[in-house]
């Protein structure tokens, strides 16, 4: 029973990272421009970028490889989603799917075409790429994933227990 709650959590959670991830992406394109709008003066600005890259625009000729390994990370994690007993990791597998998921709707229906879509990025901060609500997902699922590894955290009871 735990495990099924937990599995419908992961998927609930990634869904709804994604729904978030959608809509606001919807609402950039429909009202946000190249032109920087200021909301707390230069600390946080709306932006509108189309990244054909990977993070922070890196390797804009490769989005294709992007796209497969969006797909092969998807499929890694619904496939062994079943094997989680940990809440945190389970969380951790949710935020990361949610967010591959966004990115990879962006990927698969975007312009310039199937499987070569651009990504929508919309928040800037000072000194940081401009990002999306998908990639701020995945960041915190890598930061989480650092703080459970740390401390010694399995995201498997190694017990052989069933709970």
Known sequence: MRRTSLLQRLFSLALLVWAIDFLTKNWAVKNLSSTPRKIIGSFLQLTLLRNPGAAFSLATGFTIIFTALSIAV?????????KITSTWWMVVAA??????LGNLTDRIFREPGFLYGHVIDWIELPHWPIFNVADSSIFIAATMAILLTARNISPIDKSGSNE
Do not use: M
């Open 95 to 100: 935020l990361v799917l949610g967010g591959v």
């Open 74 to 82: 998807a499929i890694f994690i619904v496939k062994s989603a079943p």
